[in-house]
């Protein structure tokens, strides 16, 4: 449980959080005494207003809803607490339009059923013609232990917003808009997981019942309530038990629904921790499971924040069944256009209803050998210096990994060894032509799938460079100054897409010496040696590139650059000549 926050005054959090919707969207208004946020008048035509609302902490619910397509107004209460029967009857009773009448869809929580119900009562009294939806689609808590207070109501109840307020904006009465709601309610089901409570800030940090590391709760609710049980259990399970209790016929504690539509809505609802890239993992796990295992294709997927609570570390699944009602499919009601932060589904109908299947065939890699090149050395001595430089550069990953420790995050001799073991086994095991030009394409395919970071980019840009290099040059045996000169076009190239020169402690300190020397006196020997002794030199020198630009302290003066002497390795064995050479 994180209680670490930016803002630590509720009242001023909540009020701030609401205001700071007038800013994102034009369509809205805030009534500060009464927290409330609403549609501004408008010269559209007058149709039913639809309310919502509760506890603030569930954001972009509910206010984060208003706007053209869906919600008139929303009325926040405090963090987890319903807002009063105050607050709602000015919302019912001054900020939206009641002509065409008002709905006012509120979750199955005691509080929210009591406040709203009886500013709906008061607003009958006054004459105003108002009905009221209460939403429970949560299966976390089944019939037994539910009771007469009966389901709680969680994040599929946006859906049930979108359908009314998508029907509303077409000029339907409000018998139909309520009739539509109650449908989809009904249709309804969700469940929730959570790998932690949350805190609320301002209120005391409380570590009661708090879960176990690895340890998860089938069923919380949105205000950290209890569910079904806790288990620790991997993703792929935990879907499995998710979609049991919303799914399995034979459980009569939760079968609400029986999805017998050909038409089934998924949302999977982030509870305001998960990341975008778990998110996704949890979206396909769930997607691949109901096919599997339910035979349900949804006909539409809708995944990201809707209902949260807090900066919940869990998630929810919700599914409707989808059926028409007043004569309109609920699939469209959803599709329908809306002007409101809240509702992320930006995909339209056309689209999803074309099901486009195609996809586009063929390899990723450019063959950049064609013909045969002429490029030509001795096979043999060409895979025995490049084993030699590879294995150097494997049994150095130790050593590259301690320096890169101290100045770095660590990973560069991990890289270099595993982009070095990549292509001796392609040389070991496919073997070498002698055509270099045709070689050094297929090692360059195996350096840019094995290597990553910044190394692997930059090592890939100077080989595909050497590649164009080498092509420009006449057919015959590769001179060692035919090397150099096509080194150095490389050099010039990999020179447009970094600033890094020499002096700049990267990994240019150990390449361009060895490619000014190999072209000055083409002895490979010489450009080795003086590879090595650039990169010793690296020791001291402050970084103006890399990581190491960020990490302070005293290291860079103890250690030579990692990825410099790594390289400087490669050029040794390329050489042949020993590790310890100076």
């Known amino acids: 449980m994180s209680t670490r926050h930016f803002v630590n005054d509720p009242t001023k959090l909540v009020g701030d959080a609401l205001h700071s919707l007038t800013l994102v969207n034009p369509h809205v208004a805030l009534d500060e005494e009464h927290k409330i946020i609403y549609r501004r008048p408008n010269d559209a035509p007058t149709q039913v207003s639809i309310l919502s609302g ?3 902490g569930h954001e972009p619910s509910f206010a984060g809803m208003v706007g053209p397509g869906m919600l008139s107004a929303a009325v926040a209460g405090t963090i987890f607490a319903s807002p009063s029967a105050t607050q709602v009857r000015a919302g019912i009773t001054s900020r939206v339009d009641v002509d065409k009448g008002v709905l006012v869809v509120v979750m199955n929580y005691t509080g929210d059923v009591l406040s709203f119900g009886m500013a709906v009562e ?9 009905q009221m939806v209460v939403v429970g689609d949560d299966v976390g808590v089944g019939r037994a232990k539910g ?5 709680r109501g969680i994040a599929g109840t946006v ?26 309610a009904e249709n309804l089901v969700s469940v929730g997981a959570s790998l932690d409570h949350v805190h609320v800030p301002g209120r005391a940090i409380s570590t009661e019942d708090a879960l176990q590391d690895g340890e998860v709760e089938i069923g919380m609710g949105i205000h950290n309530e209890i569910g079904s049980g806790r288990d620790k259990i991997a993703l792929s399970e935990l879907v499995s038990r998710m979609l049991a209790q919303l799914l399995d016929q034979s459980d009569k504690d939760r079968a609400f629904v029986r999805f017998d539509s050909k038409q089934v809505v998924l949302l999977i609802n982030n509870l305001g921790g998960v990341s975008i890239l778990e998110m996704g993992a949890i979206t396909t796990e769930v997607v691949t499971q109901l096919g599997s ?4 294709k949804p006909a539409r997927v809708l995944s990201g924040m809707f209902m949260t609570s807090l900066n919940g570390l869990g998630f929810s699944i919700s599914l409707l069944n989808a059926v028409d009602t007043d004569g309109i499919s609920m699939i469209s009601l959803l599709d329908a256009p809306s002007e409101v932060p809240g509702w992320a589904a930006p995909i339209q109908s056309v689209t999803w209803e074309a099901r486009n299947t195609q996809v586009r065939a063929g390899s990723s890699q450019f063959d950049q050998r064609k013909k045969p090149s002429g490029q030509t050395m001795d096979a043999s001595t060409e895979k025995s210096a490049l084993t030699t430089a590879l ?36 040389v070991q095991q496919a073997g070498v032509t002698g055509d270099i030009l045709s070689d050094l394409a297929d090692i360059v395919s195996v350096v840019e799938n094995n290597m990553d970071g910044t190394s692997g980019a930059l090592y890939a840009i100077f080989l595909n460079a ?7 040059l006449e057919s015959g045996a590769l001179t060692r100054r035919k090397w150099a000169a096509a080194l150095k076009k490389s050099c010039d190239a990999l020179s447009k897409y970094t600033p890094a020169r020499p002096g700049d402690r990267t990994l240019i300190d150990a390449l361009y010496p060895f490619v000014e020397i190999l072209e000055k006196t083409g002895s490979l020997k010489e450009a080795a040696l003086a590879a090595r002794k650039a990169a010793i030199e690296t020791q001291g020198m402050h970084a103006s590139l890399g990581r190491s630009v960020y990490v302070g302290g005293t290291g860079f003066t103890k250690v030579p650059d990692p990825g410099a002497w790594g390289l400087s390795c490669f050029f040794l064995g390329l050489a042949g000549l020993e590790p310890t050479a100076e």
Request: charged share 20%; with cysteine; net charge positive.
């Open 54 to 56: 509760g506890g603030s």
């Open 122 to 130: 008061k607003a009958r009294a006054a004459g105003i013609d108002a």
């Open 147 to 151: 009771g007469k207070v009966g389901r």
């Open 159 to 184: 859906l049930v917003l979108k359908i009314a307020g998508a029907l509303a904006a077409l000029g339907r009465s409000l018998d139909a808009v309520a009739s539509a709601a109650r449908l989809a």
């Open 293 to 296: 295992g339910y035979n349900i």
């Open 391 to 426: 294995q150097r550069v494997i049994a150095a990953e130790a050593e590259v990994t301690k320096y890169d420790t101290v100045v770095g995050d660590g990973d560069c001799g991990i890289g270099l060894k595993r982009g070095a073991e990549a292509v001796l086994k392609h």
């Open 466 to 472: 050497l590649v164009h290099a080498l092509q420009s």
